[in-house]
């Protein structure tokens, strides 16, 4: 049910805020982004600059003017952090209907905090999380060991155009989904890895989204676990439109895509995806397979982010 919008010019009821904001526009002459200044002013919590407006959702529920402000708030001495992280959590899994507490990907991409700024604010990630409603899929209190195996090899989808090189036995065959999978005295061990030049996930999880979702979603059945890598690091990634190598092939916003891929980690359980440097890729997708169903308990972007696995 929609509330009724009070103009605080001239008190007059409207039937939501489509009909406010057009009212606004049109009969009081005044821009909305002046409107909300004068009217519901609102300030960052860290240098208390007033909230800059881009929509009114966004104005009304930002509590801070970027990224770097939620984090040097969190690394200071403000009281209160677990109760702030807590009601982020909660009312981002009310507007998104999560179900997952969001990983390091998905948490850079969007101002929440991530598992690493809430432990270094001396908090439990998953305990806050949980508190939030949320369910864990991921332990934070230990780094993985990476198992010593011998009676094993690599095995390299067949249709892979710029296979990678690895410093041990690959073989070349055709793969159900992913591009790599580690076998075991015969034996897969259910954990592939999709490798993604970053112009291919772009083009993947937005104009060929659907056909991801149906291979995620056979993977799922087959009781498989597949880790999306990109070959970009993520900072990278969160930027893509301010690059110009980007910019030449595509128009989709780092907001967007990562919208995307937010959206496809919270449909699947068996899923992740993971930002990487192209000069460590081998030895890093390596790894992976190595640590077998130990992936599935591992952040491995938050991983990557304190240079466990490279």
Known sequence: MTSVMICKICDKEYKDRKALHLHLRFEEKMRLEKYYHTYYPRKDLYDLSPIIY????QYLEDE??????????????????????????????????????????ECRSCNLPSPALV??????????????????????????NIPV?????????NREQIPLEFSH??????????????????????IFVELKRAPDLIQSTTRNKKRLIAEF????????????????????????????????????TSSYLFHE????????????????????????????????EQVKNCDLQYLVDKKVLL
């Open 119 to 144: 432990e270094y604010s001396g908090s439990d990630y998953n305990k806050l999380c949980s508190q939030a409603g949320l369910i864990c899929k991921y332990q934070y209190n230990s780094d993985p």
């Open 64 to 105: 801070f003017n970027s990224r770097e402000n939620m984090i040097s708030y969190l690394k200071g001495t403000v009281s209160d952090k677990e109760k702030f992280i807590v009601e982020s959590f909660e009312k981002r899994r009310n507007k998104k209907q999560l179900s997952f507490a969001p990983s390091t990907v």
């Open 54 to 57: 881009k929509d009114a959702d």
């Open 169 to 190: 036995e690959t073989m070349s065959t055709t793969l159900s989904f992913g591009d790599y999978a580690l076998v075991e005295d015969e034996r897969f061990n259910n």
């Open 149 to 157: 195996r011998k009676n094993y090899k690599i095995f390299r989808d």
């Open 261 to 292: 891929i937010r959206e496809l980690c919270q449909e699947f359980e068996n899923i992740q995806f993971v930002f990487c440097p192209h000069a460590r890729l081998s030895d890093f997708v390596h790894k992976i397979l190595l640590l077998g």
């Open 217 to 252: 979603a056979r993977a799922k059945e087959l009781g498989a676990y597949a880790v999306v890598v990109c070959d970009t690091p993520l900072n990278v990634m969160l930027k893509i439109e301010e690059i110009p190598q980007f910019r030449k092939f595509t128009k989709v």
